[in-house]
């Protein structure tokens, strides 16, 4: 089972971990707000935003490693977006700042679930007056998450040990009854998990 | 289809973000009235299983692969309200915990993959599937719905993006809605796949009765194996399932008439919800369109409140069908020739996807 495959560095000990987790969602969302409110000619002020951004990264220290993947892993959303941009007159420039924006707000939300727990800031969503329901569907999704991603990979793995190279169409046939089977599972396992909370006094 | 921080503007971020946050506050308003308390770990439960299942690929020509979105998935299983709530809750992990899809532009992607992919996915589906009988018409829909809510989707994600100048109507619009086209089939497909796959199982959480008591024990098997790998974490599970076995399963309580508790009000506000975004984001470029299509802009933007509408003259992109000089008529026709494409698609699927029983006779359409 890989449970932290998301936030796998967000239960590291550093002073930046230790800030509250309300500060720290404020401080990201500023940042985030400032960068996207920042007009196209004044793109130096990105580099001022980007330096507080480094340097809580490298007191907080999440692999530079793993922050460098992960954003290689988001930037083809963001240039496959951009692009669009190209194709407009001055496009080089506009292509340019988008990415150099969007960058620094990727880095800025990676931080932020790299140096905080979910469950710590699911806690500041219910201060703030979010509806229960949707905090509850939020830490539950978080909760099994993990388990279905389980669940899913070891049926994919004995569905791979039992067949032998199959076509396309019988892969996309295949892979859809793993979903179906996924979903009808997890609306097994909600029931039980009700019966569960309910014995543990939800409510 | 998940917008970065960084490409919308004050204006589009906030009028996406209200309209988000009131269809959103109505969908939780709407399943504290009427969701059972028991079905309340099943909206987490199923916002984790839509990102599970968004991992699993499906490979396409070339060594590429596509993987499921799940909104009409997900709103034909659970309804629209129970729908747009666990799409949101997947958005928002999405968000904060990957960074994909921006923490600015969050208001824009519930709007576009929520409100548009989810609810309005469901009430093409739900519309065609009740022309349509038994889980061939069910299938059918999920195929026209599924890419139905792709198509629109994305066509409401680049009238966002034009709106804020990051990029250009004449650029976002066809290279958006052109790929999501494709997408949308594939979307459509998989849709389509998985709910013939749960019908063989569990027909009754599509509100089909069950046709054969085979089919009912393959169920308790199932229950049974997931029962027997479980038990160990929790002695709660094996009195669980013993309860549902001597309790037979009937139609009433399953997970679609319990989410289905809402009736036609709240789907008015989502619709109207609906119109106003597409008025705002997409109807401005109206203008922009060679003249005959002034009049389809106008009915996808702002006439039709009725999504099945919107999905019928989804126009191709910039197409041009050889032979034709006028650009607007030729746009129509390949905008109808694909229209008609899917729902032959849709047809051909459901039919060799459903039993031969409940297939309808040959030849009729």
Known sequence: MQADFLDRHSRLDSPVHRLPAGAKLAAALALVVAAVALPRSQAIWLAALAGPLLAAAAISRVPWGFLARRMLLLEPFVIGVAVLALFAPGGGWAFAFLVARASVCLFAMLLLANTTPFGDLLRVLGRLHVPALLVTTLALMYRYLFVLVDEAQRMKRARTSRTFRPGRSRTWRTSATVIGQLFIRASERAERIYAAMCARGWR | MHIPDGFLDVKTATATGVLAAAGLGLALRQARRHLPARRVPLLGLSAAFVFAAQMINFPVAGGTSGHLIGGVLTAALLGPSAALIVISAVLIVQCFLFADGGVTALGANLFNMALIGGV????????????VKGL???????VVAGWASTVLASIACAGELAGSGTVGWRSAWPAMAGTHMVIGIGEGVITALVLAAIA?????????????????????AVVCGEAATTSAEDPVVSRTWLRRRRKPRHPATNLVSAANG????PLVVFG?????????????????WPDGLDKTAETLGFKDRE????????PAPDYKTPGISSEALATAIAGAAGTVFVFALAWGLARALSPKSARPPHGRA
């Open chain 2, 272 to 288: 109207l919800l609906m119109s106003v975004g597409l008025a705002l984001f997409v109807a401005p470029f109206a203008c922009g």
């Open chain 2, 262 to 265: 809402e009736r036609t009000g």
């Open chain 2, 120 to 131: 309005g996915g469901w009430v093409v589906y739900h519309l065609l599937s009740r022309g």
């Open chain 2, 136 to 142: 061939f018409g069910r299938l059918v829909a999920a």
């Open chain 2, 307 to 314: 999504s099945e509408h919107r999905a019928l003259p989804a």
């Open chain 2, 200 to 220: 063989k199982v569990r027909p009754e959480l599509l509100g089909l009765t069950a046709p054969g008591a085979g089919v009912l024990e393959g169920a308790g």
